[in-house]
């Protein structure tokens, strides 16, 4: 079974709904991140939390908000969806000292 | 403003060459560098890392090397392989802050 799974893997949806994006890890790890990438801008980090009760804004916040509902989750809302927030998104999680950060496979989002 | 950076979107070379991916920086704070690889449909993974205080990582085919005078490091593939198709990213850390900043990647083709 994959490390780091993510539901769902595909969505589609419409501008003004609110989506959540679900992240799940068996590594153990206490930092969780979320990503977004999006062709020819690589991977830009929007949320990422150090453990359950640290959570901190990236360089994209604005517009999303997450959930720390446990050490192995991590969830990614949009509360109103929009269609430049159509991307591919990634959580990823890492454990010091190394900074070796493990991917899920992707969600791909269409905001239409 | 971006801190780190893949100049070249796209290399395509022969199988069984060298192949040599660039990544410049431009934050001398950043004190370790990673390479991650990135298949269609799939999350990237980690491949190969580099501390600042070394100028050179071996991991089988996969070399990195670090020029901090530069701001440049370089991951070499030797032999290049069909399957070492796919994105490469560059990604840097600054000091114990856990977050990675990513480049924009790099699509290597290996053209058998």
């Known amino acids: 079974d994959a490390d780091v799974t993510q539901t769902p893997r595909n969505r589609i949806t419409k501008t003004g709904k609110r989506i959540m994006l679900e992240c799940s890890q068996t590594?153990?790890?206490?930092?969780m991140y979320w990503y977004r990438q999006d062709p020819g801008l690589g991977l830009r980090l929007i949320y990422y939390?150090?453990?359950?009760?640290?959570?901190n804004k990236g360089e994209i916040s604005d517009g999303y908000s997450v959930s720390r509902q446990a050490q192995a989750k991590f969830s990614l809302s949009l509360e109103s969806a929009i269609p430049n927030q159509t991307a591919l998104y990634f959580c990823?999680?890492?454990?010091?000292?190394?900074?070796?950060?493990?991917f899920g496979p992707g969600t791909r989002l269409l905001v239409l | 403003d971006q801190q780190v950076k893949q100049n070249s979107p796209s290399l395509s070379v022969q199988e069984g060459r060298i192949s040599i991916l660039n990544c410049d920086y431009t934050n001398s704070m950043f004190d370790y560098f990673l390479w991650y690889k990135k298949y269609p449909a799939e999350g990237p993974t980690f491949l190969i890392s580099?501390?600042?205080?070394?100028d050179k990582n071996e991991d089988g085919r996969f070399t990195v090397f670090l020029n901090k005078s530069a701001k440049h490091l370089s991951l070499h593939i030797v032999p290049s392989q069909p399957g070492d198709s796919a994105v490469y990213f560059c990604?840097?850390?600054?000091?114990?802050?856990?977050?990675?900043?990513f480049g924009k990647g790099t699509l290597l083709t290996v053209n058998p």
């Open positions: 580099i501390s600042s205080i070394k």
């Open positions: 590594k153990g790890h206490d930092r």
């Open positions: 990604a840097a850390r600054r000091g114990s802050n856990y977050k990675l900043t």
């Open positions: 990823a999680t890492s454990d010091g000292p190394v900074e070796t950060q493990y």
């Open positions: 939390s150090f453990d359950v009760k640290d959570i």
